[in-house]
């Protein structure tokens, strides 16, 4: 070990990626310390070195101690049970009038004179105190640091395998028997980083456990310490100089807000009867308004976590209910991976429908995420027949959609020289390559390193803070939290929020002032409440027997026939408080509707409605509402739905009006909106489009702008304005004929266009649902 000592010591003097070296118990003797102190002075990366259990004796020691004059990386030294005397360790309490950088030196074990162990642990004491002062300065200042944080957003047709890959990238063991995913499931991994310059190793996938509080803002706070420590360590000694002068600036706001040096001093004098040299305790700081803690453990680990990234997993249920659910929650940035079973893309009988779920998929992304990164995984890699021919006819399959939609946000399989990445779960092939692609993606993704300033973070801190108690935060309490923490504009605050959303630490949509007014932190308990409602009915079932007991067989039955929610089932399954909240946030996302047509308080959920109505000749003028040049998403038509019947209950309720109740099914609705004034809608896929009819011409031109004020709704409020089309109106002489939106209005074609409609719509944007209803009375 003597010899194997030396190589190491003398590998450490040229190391720049060890930050640790765990010596303990190596035989190492007086000549190998000396050897090791002598790298010591060179050595400036090394922060801990463990030489417990070694025969170190004064000489060595003094060897150490005078090596630790120079050395500015240091700061854990264990030398417990060596050879040491007051003749050694007070070497070390004469080195520790130079450096300041070690903070723990664990002398136990020895005849070291209890006054001098004093003395040493004085010296370290003031040490930690420049450091925990650092820290301190950190959090109060308004320094910025990059966050290396993505979103991994996994998407697909329902049982293509999107749980089975993220399992499999992560490593864990394939489980044939995986639960259908309701609704979505977030989790977190984190991805440790290769150090500077290599190659990543893509070996480290870690799930992060639990939803415990993350101290984000410490962490940020050491990270940029760090920062500080490296570049000194490289900047020049005139350049330091002009570092420091800045310094006071910040000191004046540190003076002013420290309040707890009474505590600080409390638990050193604890520590320090110990008579164990360990400075090592955690010291508690008020910064701004927050407390936290510092430990030089927060150092060492953002030391190991330097380039490292955390990635937020969303892994959505692929079954089409969710669909309309999943409008909320697909933000602009992140890496998308989409999922799909190559062996459905090779039967004659199945090839359709998953091609037509893949333009679903690649449309709505390109909707809500123009340019995100995106990755095709076929799975099932190890079950069709003539693997290379089936994978080569399922390319050509590919390149022929995706050049058909113009899509060029695909991240291509360069490797093998195709548009997707063919893998198999169970046999666990093509992960790992896809593994190293997907981390590629995420770290060159410029998002993924956007700087963020610490205020911002210790806000997120505060915020994440009240998820133990609570889902959701009203925006005034925000606001206050954000004064306190140094955030004081509204258009500082908007942006923070704007991007905790976007990286899907917290759900806060903008829309319109309700919306805006709530800030959920507990993005999963919002998806599991909301799929307690939007569900398959037949894949995800009730506890049947609880529901039963309830006495709320029927209603549960009735939920699922016909999309009507009565108050006692929303009760049930939200937990009696959660109701009026979250009826209120589904209402205002246009999932529900008021259903006041019965003499009992029911809700309409349009995305459960299942019947198909076949089309049928219907009378009345007919207009279309023609997406074909870009894309009708699944959601738009249940929206719209949501939208008519709410004005049609609302008219009822405002104006004591006597209406129908509305006939509604998967893809077509009738519904009176007013007395004798009917509106018929009906989806068609195909088409891409929506064909609206009206029972009385005198109705047309109202009808007209109603629907099309409600297109503008939805698309501001939950399509972030991404919906593109053309309203056409049939020509009333010749049948059949249709007749752009803006040439009728120049020809004030009848009965499409009166003089009132031709005066501007009311505006959707940033209105609330009941103004909007209000708005819609046109005459
Ligand atoms: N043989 C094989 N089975 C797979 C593969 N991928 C997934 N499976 C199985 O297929 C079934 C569905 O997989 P999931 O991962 O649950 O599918 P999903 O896409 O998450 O489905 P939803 O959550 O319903 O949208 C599970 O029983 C998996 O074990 C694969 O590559 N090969
Ligand atoms: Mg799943």
């Given at each position: 070990t003597g010899t194997g000592v030396k190589a190491l010591a003398l590998a450490l003097r040229v190391n720049?990626?060890?930050t640790e070296a765990m010596l303990s118990?190596?035989?190492?003797d007086d000549g190998s310390a000396e050897i090791i102190a002598d790298t010591l002075k060179v050595n400036?990366?090394?922060?801990k070195l463990d030489l417990n259990f070694?025969?170190?004796a004064n000489r060595g020691a003094k060897c150490i101690a005078e090596s630790l004059v120079v050395n500015?990386?240091?700061?854990e030294l264990c030398l417990d049970?060596?050879?040491?005397s007051d003749t050694g360790a007070q070497h070390f309490s004469k080195a520790l009038e130079h450096?300041?950088?070690?903070?723990m030196l664990k002398l136990n074990e020895?005849?070291?004179?209890a006054a001098l162990l004093r003395e040493i642990c004085e010296k370290l004491d003031k040490n930690m105190g420049r450091k925990s002062k650092l820290f301190l300065d950190t959090l109060n200042g308004d320094k910025k640091t990059s966050w290396s944080r993505s979103r991994l957003m996994v998407v697909g047709q329902?049982?293509?395998?999107k749980s089975a890959l993220i399992r499999s990238i992560l490593g864990l063991p394939f489980n044939k028997n995986w639960d259908s995913t309701i609704g979505a499931e977030i989790s977190e991994s984190q991805i440790a980083g290769p150090r500077s310059?290599?190659?990543?190793?893509?070996?480290g996938w870690t799930k992060v456990k639990?939803?415990?509080?993350?101290d984000y803002a410490s962490k940020f706070a050491a990270r940029i310490m760090l920062q500080q420590l490296n570049q000194s360590r490289k900047t020049p000694e005139k350049f330091r100089m002009k570092e420091n002068t800045e310094l006071p600036r910040e000191r004046t706001i540190v003076t002013e807000e420290v309040q707890m040096p009474s505590i600080t001093s409390k638990l050193k004098k604890k520590k320090s009867t110990?008579?164990?040299?360990?400075?090592k305790t955690k010291t508690l700081f008020q910064t701004r308004s927050v407390v936290r803690n510092f430990d030089v453990d927060l150092l060492v680990d953002a030391e190991n976590a330097e380039n490292s990234l955390t990635l937020s997993m969303w892994d959505f249920?692929?079954?089409?209910?969710f669909y309309s659910m999943h409008h909320l929650f697909l933000t602009k940035s992140g890496v998308y991976v989409l999922v799909f079973d190559m062996r459905g893309m090779l039967q004659w009988n199945k090839k359709n429908d998953a091609l037509a779920y893949m333009s679903f998929w690649l449309r709505s992304i390109r909707l809500h995420a123009p340019n995100a990164p995106l990755l095709l995984v076929g799975t099932y890699m190890q079950d069709i027949r003539i693997r290379a021919k089936g994978v080569i006819t399922i390319n050509g399959l590919i390149r022929k959609l995706v050049k058909s939609l113009g899509f060029t946000q695909i991240v291509k399989n360069s490797v093998h020289k195709l548009e997707f990445f063919p893998v198999d779960n169970k046999e666990r092939i093509g992960i790992t390559m896809l593994r190293i692609e997907v981390e590629r993606i995420v770290r060159q993704d410029k998002n993924t390193w956007q700087n963020i300033s610490i205020k911002w973070m210790l806000l997120l801190d505060e915020m994440l803070e009240k998820r133990n108690e609570q889902a959701y935060i009203q925006l005034s309490d925000v606001t206050q939290m954000a004064a306190k923490v140094g955030v004081h504009q509204v258009a500082e605050l908007d942006e923070a929020l704007r991007l905790f959303h976007e990286q899907g630490m917290l759900v806060h949509l903008t829309a319109t002032d309700t919306l805006k007014n709530l800030v959920i932190v507990k993005p999963q308990w919002l998806i599991d409440a909301l799929s307690k409602v939007i569900r398959d009915g037949s894949l995800h079932s009730y506890n049947l027997q609880a529901v039963e007991k309830q006495g709320l067989k029927q209603d549960l039955r009735l939920a699922f026939d016909t999309a009507l929610f009565s108050r006692d089932f929303l009760e049930y399954v939200w937990d009696g408080e959660q109701v009026p909240f979250l009826v209120d946030l589904m209402k205002r996302t246009l999932l529900m509707s008021e259903?006041?047509?019965?003499?009992e308080e029911y809700y309409l959920v349009?995305?459960?409605?299942n019947n198909v109505t076949k089309t049928g000749k219907r009378l009345g003028n007919r207009f279309v509402l023609d997406f074909s040049s870009s894309f009708l998403p699944i959601g738009v038509f249940q929206r719209l739905i949501c939208l008519v019947v709410s004005h049609s209950a609302s008219n009822r309720s405002r104006h004591g009006y006597v209406l129908q109740e509305p006939k509604l099914s998967k893809n077509a609705a009738l519904i009176e909106?007013?007395?004798q004034f009917h509106i018929y809608l009906q989806e068609d896929i195909k088409h891409q489009n929506i064909v609206a009819r009206v029972n009385d011409p005198q109705y047309a031109a109202k009808s007209v702008r109603i629907i099309q004020s409600m297109i503008r709704k939805l698309n501001c409020d939950v399509m972030g304005e991404g919906l593109k089309w053309e309203t056409l109106l049939e020509d009333s002489t010749r049948l059949g004929k249709l007749v752009n939106y803006d040439q009728a209005k120049k020809e004030m074609m009848?009965?499409?266009?009166t003089k009132a409609s031709r005066k501007a719509e009311p505006?959707?944007?940033?209105?609330?649902l009941d103004s909007f209803l209000n708005c819609l009375q046109f005459d």
């Open positions: 720049s990626h060890l118990t190596n035989l190492i400036d990366i090394l922060r070694n025969y170190i500015k990386s240091l700061t049970s060596n050879d040491i450096n300041k950088t070690l903070v020895h005849f070291v004179s329902g049982k293509a395998g310059g290599s190659q990543p190793t893509h070996a639990g939803e415990t509080n993350m110990h008579g164990v040299l360990d400075s249920g692929g079954q089409e209910v259903w006041n047509f019965r003499n349009p995305s459960l409605l909106v007013e007395p009848a009965p499409w266009i505006e959707a944007q940033n209105v609330d």
